[in-house]
């Protein structure tokens, strides 16, 4: 690789950019994890997390990737043989589904196009013919980060609701949590997954389980085997500010900060500036020439956006072409659509300017890359951006 000046572009949905304070929060050094400053740090912790998540019950945090809060999720509530709903969404819905078949639990998998949400329709339709409650639990990536597709959580809840199904309502907010408005308790929420290294702008290693009271009542009785991901020995450690095993604590010392940029800017603030970069990386796609591939206009995505290139161009070529010549990430193509699409991430700790540099960068690579690309796409995503 030749010699790179200035900084990498990071735009992928993840892993996203650490801001430089998040940085140096992180770099002070550690201290001990059973002593009496680090139980006064724990203790607010777990108190100002919970508005990211829209919630006041507790909020586990773990030392692990959001892969290990879907674990906790499923062998918190359930029990060997139950039946859950899983919604086909994208490669990460399908990678959720796959754990828990693995876990011991009887999945349905409800087909998707992986262009569109979960359907609140068709999951009323299955309740309804469900009528001796043998579903146990409803699983729903709220972002799927592979297509930039955001289910309507609350038109689950109200199919629910509306069918009088008993079904928990296990959701995954990796991509979209402090990034897309999201509220646990408003919502009906009974497990929400979470990962640190998206939109709450901190590096990879802390997962999180917003719990209700009706999940924490189904943990009394669930039979999947569990130890490190048991959620009862976590809380009754964090009564008293500690953790049952030694924390990350150096991320947690990152995640205070993070928690505190995010209440500064305000969350609707956050959200609304997620939600216009977006809208404008979708004129930019739209102005080249290219489809977003979320074909619901209810549903797109504030974290991401994915692209879908014609037949006879690839996208993982345009890749290619984008980090060699302007040292800039995007992310690939994943499952069934490997070559087919790349994604824009404008979610994190980002503002106008690294969204017109990403967006100049994607524009000349297309170009590049043989795509006749129009060059009014990036001054349709500034119009965007000048006006909104």
């Known amino acids: 690789m030749p010699t790179r000046t200035g900084r990498h572009f990071l735009q992928i949905p993840g892993p996203t950019n650490v801001p430089d304070q998040v940085l140096r929060a992180m770099a002070a050094p550690t201290i001990d994890h059973r002593g009496p400053e680090f139980a006064a740090m724990t203790a ?27 674990e906790a999720a499923l062998v918190n509530t359930l029990s060997p043989g139950d039946r859950v709903l899983c919604f086909e969404t994208g490669h990460f819905a399908t990678l959720w589904q796959e754990m828990a078949a693995a876990l011991g639990l009887h999945v349905t998998l409800v087909p998707g196009d992986w262009r569109r949400g979960a359907d609140p ?34 038109d689950l809840r109200r199919a629910l609701d509306a069918a009088g199904h008993p079904a928990l309502l296990l959701v995954d907010t990796i991509s979209s949590l402090g990034s897309i408005d999201y509220r646990h308790d408003e919502w009906g929420v009974d497990v929400t997954v979470a990962g640190s290294q998206k939109g709450l702008m901190l590096p990879p290693g802390l997962s999180f389980n917003a719990v209700s009271d009706k999940a924490l009542a189904a943990s009394k009785t669930s039979r999947l085997k569990k130890s490190f991901w048991d959620w009862a020995p976590v809380l009754e450690a964090n009564r008293r500010g500690f953790f049952p095993y030694t924390p ?137 951006l000048r006006t909104g």
């Open 248 to 384: 990350a604590t150096n991320l947690l010392y990152g995640l205070a900060e993070a928690l505190d940029m995010l209440a500064a800017e305000g969350l609707s603030q956050v959200y609304a500036r997620h939600a216009r970069h977006a809208a404008a990386t979708r004129a930019a796609v739209r102005g080249w020439g290219l489809e977003v591939l979320c074909a619901d206009e209810r549903e797109h995505s504030g974290s991401l956006t994915a692209v879908l290139m014609p037949d006879g161009h690839d996208a993982d070529k345009v890749r290619k072409i984008i980090l060699e010549r302007f040292d800039m990430s995007l992310g690939a193509g994943l499952g069934r659509l490997g070559g087919r699409v790349f994604r824009i991430g404008h979610l994190g700790h980002f503002n106008d300017l690294t969204l017109a540099g990403t967006l100049a960068g994607v524009q000349m690579g297309l170009d590049l890359a043989g795509f006749p690309v129009d060059p009014t796409g990036l001054g349709a995503a500034l119009e965007v």
């Open 44 to 70: 607010r912790l777990l108190d100002v997390v919970k508005p990211v998540f829209g919630t006041s019950g507790p909020v586990v945090i773990y030392p692990a990737s959001g892969t290990g809060a879907w």
């Open 121 to 154: 329709e068709e999951l009323a339709r299955r309740l309804a013919a469900d009528t001796a409650h043998r579903v146990k639990a409803v699983c729903v990536v709220h972002n799927e980060t592979s297509t930039g597709v955001t289910s309507r959580i609350a």
